[in-house]
């Protein structure tokens, strides 16, 4: 959709300015994303004209997108200019505001003139000059009941849990309204410099058009603008960075289109305006490429040392588990929607649960101290203490109560009897002593007290888990957004899905909907990336796309050390490669590597030591990548229903399941090719790495793929 997306960051400062808090202009295209920084308006302004005239000699599409209200909410253009046009408030401003070459401007005394001609001495307030403006309030004024605060699409973004600022208020930390005074009558000037190549979205209709203007939020992408600034990159810098690499990335597929669809009045559309990607967050900081959020894996951290040969499944794991950290960002998501997610923060408990002494049974309850041995008949008090309805007296010692399970003990209760230990009329209860103290109560805190660590971070939240939150008062948590895992399929002989004819030296793509299916089921985002021939521009092709738009990449074929191993020679080349030859069966080397910043996993292209390679390495090693804790599944021994005489050296997989008599049985043939054996199985058996006589009734460990997370 577009060739280039440039972001602006404007300012209202008074004086030039660079770093933090002044212009700053982000562009992104095929060549990658670079920001620069600009003193003056009018500096910036020729700036974003020259880059749309080269745009345009050059044919290429240009979306220009400017952190700045390009409307009022609806009613000041009306008011001030007889057209509910917001374009129409640009020309007004821009024949009354004057700006100049050092940053001097006239927007306040505008504002103070605005102000002037409507009741209530505001909209516009906040004044962050030394000097009292007369007409300017410091302090918020009261709006005429026909303007808002703001503007529609803000206040969408507003209940999607943003916090933007009303164009009224001109000063204060993240205030838009001078800086939007400031831009209107320099969008003004710009589209009339473009004429007919440039449309103002969504003002004007935006189908062919060279150049592209339309209003952007940075707070759409502010956890990762966060993340890159706790590294001491300057928030604007990082902002138009973030925002034009997002953009380009999407526009490079029909993912962008979308964010141009809305659903508003078109006569509130062309009053206020609206910013392009509301309600669009999640899409937009799921585009921003891996290698512009902060890098979290070393360039070497699948080295192996020198001279090893082969490693041991087990060191292998311990290995792949330190190389890897998480590599997702952070949200935080009401806990109720929360499933399948992985806590990035301890959850902490707001308060005890239960969070007073209550009963656990229906029964009778009144104070320990004043009952005894023996026969006990205690007078009832009126009334009864209820789950939701707690008994409001206190109850006199040698007293009872009527009490229900989940009711709060009323004062002077501390033991409950069951009702079916009592005897009673109306008027008291009657029960064999002696009660033990407390008994048939449950205590404030018993289960989780205020301030405990009720989870922790790593854990991917199930079901139960919500209960938990639930009951300890957490209403949101800190989570990680879901990893996007890629999935390519490689080697000339691969036909991409069956729906397609084969030839005999064909075959058709296994690994690919099997990986597909494992990632998801694992709970991240599965993205296809389709197969690639063997052919080094191609695989190039699709890992700089993954690049761009997943957080790890699974491969499968072509990861060996061979003459067609395409994958791993490419790999090598970018320097990062690492063959780890693991001691195991099957399986041959795995591949590891970082593309651009992206981890690659190459699995053999075998479907059956695909799979196991993906169950035993892949999963802890996505959960890792995820945020989450590293996975070791859960084993079982069962005797065996097979005879093996297992050689020592390398640990082995067997596809297994278990039969009528609880013992593991394995599939006939260890042919690796036997994708039915896969299918057959519910589990494989792992065989330890020394050698081993098995026979029927022998003990061996037996892991379901339920244990995977497979099912
Ligand atoms: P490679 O690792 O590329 O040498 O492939 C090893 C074996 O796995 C070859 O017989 C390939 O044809 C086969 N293979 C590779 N990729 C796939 C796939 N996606 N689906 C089914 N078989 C595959
Ligand atoms: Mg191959």
């Known amino acids: 959709m577009f060739d280039r997306v440039a972001i602006l960051d404007w300012s209202a400062s008074g004086v030039p300015k660079t770093g933090k808090d002044s212009i700053w202009i982000g562009v992104s295209d095929a ?16 700036a974003v004209l020259a880059l749309a005239q080269e745009a345009i000699l050059t044919g290429e599409r240009l979306l220009i997108g400017a ?61 962050g000059g030394k000097a009292d403006i007369d007409g300017l309030p410091r302090k918020k004024p009261a709006l005429p009941d026909w303007l808002a605060e703001h503007r529609r699409c803000d206040q969408q973004s507003k209940a999607e849990g943003l916090s933007p600022k009303s164009l009224w208020q001109l000063a204060g930390a993240g205030a838009v309204g001078a800086q939007s005074l400031l831009g209107m009558p320099m969008l003004h000037r710009l589209k009339a410099a473009l004429g007919a190549d440039c449309a103002v979205w969504p003002f004007d209709p935006i189908e062919g058009k060279a150049i592209v203007i339309a209003e952007i939020y940075a707070a759409f992408i502010g956890p990762d603008v966060k993340a890159l600034e706790a590294r001491g990159k300057i928030r604007d810098a990082a902002e138009v960075e973030l925002l034009s690499a997002a953009l380009w990335n ?7 289109a979308p964010l141009f669809q809305i659903d508003a009045a078109t006569e509130i559309l062309r009053e206020e305006g609206w910013t392009l990607g509301t309600g669009h967050g999640p899409t937009l900081r799921a585009a921003i490429p891996a290698s512009q959020l902060p890098p979290r894996l070393r360039d070497d951290c699948f080295a192996m040392p020198q001279g090893v040969a082969w490693v041991p499944v087990d060191e292998a794991l311990e290995r792949l588990k330190a190389a890897l950290a998480p590599v997702t960002g952070t949200e935080a998501l009401q806990t109720n929607i929360a499933c399948g997610r992985i806590l990035a923060a301890d959850c902490i408990a707001r308060r005890s649960n239960p969070p007073r002494p209550n009963s656990a049974v229906d029964g009778y309850g009144f104070a320990h101290a004043a009952t005894k041995a023996g026969v006990n008949r205690l007078p009832l008090v009126a009334g009864r203490a209820a789950a939701g309805q707690p008994f409001e007296g206190t109850v006199p010692p040698g007293h009872a109560v009527r009490i229900l399970t989940g009711a709060i003990l009323p004062e002077g209760v501390d033991t409950v009897v069951l009702e079916e230990d009592c005897a009673t009329d109306s008027a008291s209860v009657t029960f064999d002593g002696p009660a033990k103290p407390r008994a048939n109560t449950r205590k404030a805190g018993e289960d989780v007290v205020e301030g405990a660590v009720a989870l922790k971070a790593g854990q991917r939240l199930r079901a139960p888990d919500l209960a ?72 190039t092709r699709k ?42 069966k099957p399986g041959r080397p795995l591949a590891l590597a970082l593309w651009k910043g992206v981890p690659v996993i190459g699995l053999p292209g075998n479907p059956v030591a695909a799979l196991v390679c993906a169950l035993i390495f892949g999963r802890p090693a996505l959960s890792k990548l995820a945020g989450g804790d590293w996975t070791s599944p859960q084993g079982f021994t069962v005797p065996s229903a097979f005879t093996k005489s297992k050689k020592p050296g390398r640990r082995e997989y067997l596809r297994a399941r278990i039969n009528a008599d609880g013992a593991a049985e394995v599939f006939a043939s260890e042919g690796s090719g036997r994708i039915s054996g896969l299918s057959w199985a519910d589990g494989i058996v792992e065989l330890p790495d020394g050698g081993a006589e098995i026979a029927p009734g022998t003990p061996v460990r037996y892991i379901p793929y339920a244990s995977f997370g497979l099912t």
């Open 543 to 584: 890992l700089d796309r993954a690049a761009r738009e997943v957080d790890v990449v699974l491969t499968s074929g072509g990861a060996s050390a061979g003459d067609e191993d395409h994958v791993s020679r490419l790999l090598r080349e970018e320097g990062t490669l690492s063959s780890w030859r693991i001691a195991m």
């Open 250 to 256: 999407l526009a490079q597929s029909d993912r962008l």
């Open 468 to 539: 938990l939150l639930s009951a300890l008062g957490i209403a949101e948590a800190t989570v990680h957004r879901p990893l996007r895992v890629g999935v390519l399929s490689t080697g000339d002989e691969i036909i991409a899905t069956p729906d397609k004819p084969a030839l005999p030296h064909q075959i058709y793509d296994a690994n690919r909907p099997m990986l597909l299916a494992l990632a998801r089921q694992w709970g991240h985002t599965a993205v296809d990336l389709g197969h690639a021939p063997d052919r080094p521009s191609v695989i």
């Open 31 to 46: 060549s990658g994303t670079s920001s620069h920084n600009i003193a003056t308006r009018g500096e910036a302004e020729a």
């Open 67 to 127: 952190d700045l209200n390009f409307g009022a909410p609806a009613g000041l253009a009306s008011h001030l200019t007889g057209k509910a046009e917001a374009m129409a408030l640009w020309a007004w401003l821009a024949e009354r505001i004057a700006d100049d070459a050092r940053n001097r401007s006239t927007y306040r005394a505008i504002a103070a003139e605005m102000n002037a001609t409507l009741p209530g001495g505001g909209p516009f307030w906040g004044n």
